[in-house]
Structures are given as C-alpha cells and as structure tokens.
C-alpha cells in the first residue's frame, strides 16, 4: 500500500494536468486560473511548513495551529480567487445575455 507521501506526489500529476488543460481551453476566467496555480503555492508552502513542524517541533503539522493556520491561508486565498473569477464570469454572462438578449440555444424542432 502507498503510504501517504507517496499519494500525495502523485496527485499533483492530475491536477498538473487539470491546470494545463484548463490553461488551454481560454475559457476559464483569468483570476480562478490565477486561484487554481495558487493552490501549487499552499502546496509549496505546506511541505516546508510540514518538515518544520515534525523535525524542529516534533509535531504534526495539524496540531501546530500558528503554522497550520499560517499555510490554510494560502489554500483560503486560492478558493477566494476561484470563486471571485468564476462569479465574475456569471455577472458578465448574465450582463452579455441581458445586453444581446436571449442567447440560450433555441431548442430543436424535434423537442
């Protein structure tokens, strides 16, 4: 069984994926983009942060609370960015379809 250091290395290879299809498709709106490659910084900063709870502590980084609380900053600001974009993208949907009107797709004869 994989312990779970090993799990956790090999889960950034699907997000790695995740961020670059979403990095292609243009679609995504630029600041959840920005929110979604933040992650890869509470990632960056967790490790460290890890390490330095359990060798200079002794500790789990999850009952140091300064640090833990310290690195779910950056996991707070990353979702704080997502949903800022993605809400951002529905106001200017709703903004673009009230300006153009109804641009939902007509349904098809046979409905």
Do not use: C
């Not at 994989?2 to 990095?23: E, H, Q, V």
Request: neutral net charge; glycine residues 10%.
């Amino acid at each position: 069984m994989l312990d779970k250091n090993t799990l956790f290395a090999m889960s950034l290879f699907p997000y790695l994926g995740f961020l670059w299809f979403m990095t292609r498709t243009k679609t995504t709106p630029r600041l959840a983009l920005i929110g979604f490659y933040a992650l890869l910084v509470f990632v960056a900063v967790t490790i460290p942060a890890g390490l330095y709870a359990k060798v200079g502590l002794g500790e789990e980084l999850a009952n140091v609370d300064w640090l833990h609380g310290s690195a779910e900053a950056f996991l707070t600001l990353s979702n704080i960015f997502v949903v800022l974009g993605f809400r951002q993208a529905v106001v200017q949907g709703r903004a673009g379809a009230e300006r153009g009107g109804d641009r939902s797709p007509s349904p098809s004869p046979a409905e």
